[in-house]
């Protein structure tokens, strides 16, 4: 059987968690179901980290970046779908990125409200030049794959032919069920976990009252996995990110977190973090916000927590009992294995994009 071609155009390397999650994780299996993937990154790896340590990108590599993206939408008629990642060719008008994008159809991949970085802009300029631009690229899509709903009504509104909801999930086989499930209790003190980037790590500074209080209660440690933060009264441990130890470093701790503002924007947010610590056997405790409230079954595998009183009572809640750990993480674990792996998404996702080969429509 011919080999499907698919152009995919990912915003960064697998430096970067949505692109990694989103894209890079399913390629073995889109290998094995016959598509043959091509990967161009708008942003790479030493752009990604160039980001990461200054702040920015360079105006140098801006430049770079964005001709390397033009020469890849130049060869897309070499490919019978183009999967792009949120959008090909930030600010600039929707009218030239959709003539470059013709000749192939094309798929279009949402984990957070990009739309709103354009209608929600400060700048009313830049509303009003760029505030349907996603809807107009969403509009013209043969598919528009969303991490959920809040997205999916947002594509469909749009006027998106096919929306289809796939959740940003974990590939099993990089998280063993935990050897005795909640994990590493000889430790001498428990830890809460948290894992993002250093661009996401200021959600974090949404519990420091809430810790610093329960710090008051439980000794604990907070470990922080990909970015830096100190905070006053609590015993805070930081850890770089690698793809190679998170699971393991989540694993060996006890209760992980998610806090979030409530905007449009985080209303978009897929829960990516509460899945990992699932994952792990970990129970939860998160902001209920967005998909957090699909992913959290309330005193079951973790807890909502509203407001910092909330953040204290479910933390001490686990932090002093062993056994609720244990049960909850169980319970979390148990549906990432039903719903939120590669394992159960992997065929979900082939299947809809062989069915944009397969349309009989001229692009």
């Known amino acids: 059987m011919k080999s499907i071609r698919v152009l995919a155009l990912t915003r960064y ?29 708008l942003f790479d790896d030493a ?8 702040g920015r990108y360079g105006l140098g590599t801006v430049l770079k970046r964005y001709c390397l993206r033009l020469s890849a939408l130049w060869s897309r008629r070499h490919f019978d779908l183009v999967w792009i990642e949120k959008e090909t060719l930030p600010w600039w008008p929707l009218w030239l990125e959709k003539l470059l994008l013709k000749g192939a159809p094309y798929v279009l991949d949402y984990d957070d409200a990009l739309f709103h970085k354009y209608d929600q802009h400060r700048l009313a300029i830049v509303r009003r030049l760029f505030g349907k631009r996603i809807d107009g690229l969403m509009a013209d899509a ?15 509104a749009a006027g998106a032919l096919d929306v289809q909801v796939i959740p940003t999930v974990i590939d099993l086989k990089r998280y063993p069920f935990p050897d005795s499930a909640n994990q590493n209790f000889n430790k001498d ?30 000794p604990f440690v907070l470990r922080i996995i990909g970015g830096q933060l100190a905070m006053d009264g609590v015993q805070v441990e930081c850890l770089n990110w690698s793809e190679d130890t998170e699971a393991e470093n989540l694993a060996s701790a006890d209760v992980g977190v998610m806090p979030l503002l409530d905007t449009p924007w985080e209303q978009g947010k897929c829960a990516y973090k509460l899945i990992q610590y699932m994952a792990c056997g970990l ?59 590669i394992q159960v998404t992997g065929n979900r996702l082939a299947g809809f994009l062989r069915g944009c080969t397969n349309q009989n429509k001229s692009w």
């Open 13 to 41: 390397g697998s430096l970067g968690a949505s692109s990694r999650m989103r894209t890079f994780q399913y390629l073995p299996m889109l290998a094995d179901a016959g598509f043959d993937v091509t990967t161009r990154a």
């Open 283 to 341: 129970p939860v405790v998160a902001s209920p916000v967005g998909a957090n409230c699909s992913v959290v079954h309330e005193g079951l595998n973790g807890y909502l927590a509203a407001d910092p009183s909330a953040w204290v009572e479910h933390l001490e809640r686990l932090l002093t009992s062993t056994d609720r750990r244990k049960a909850m993480g169980n319970k979390g674990r148990q549906l990432v294995e039903q719903s939120y792996c």
């Open 189 to 218: 003190l428990p830890v809460v976990v948290w894992i993002g980037s250093p661009s996401t790590v200021p959600y974090l500074q949404l519990l420091q009252a809430p810790l610093q209080e329960l710090a008051r209660r439980v």
């Open 142 to 156: 043969a598919l528009v794959v969303c991490g959920n709903d809040y997205l999916a009504k947002r594509a469909r």
């Open 47 to 54: 752009a990604l980290s160039t980001r990461y340590k200054n």
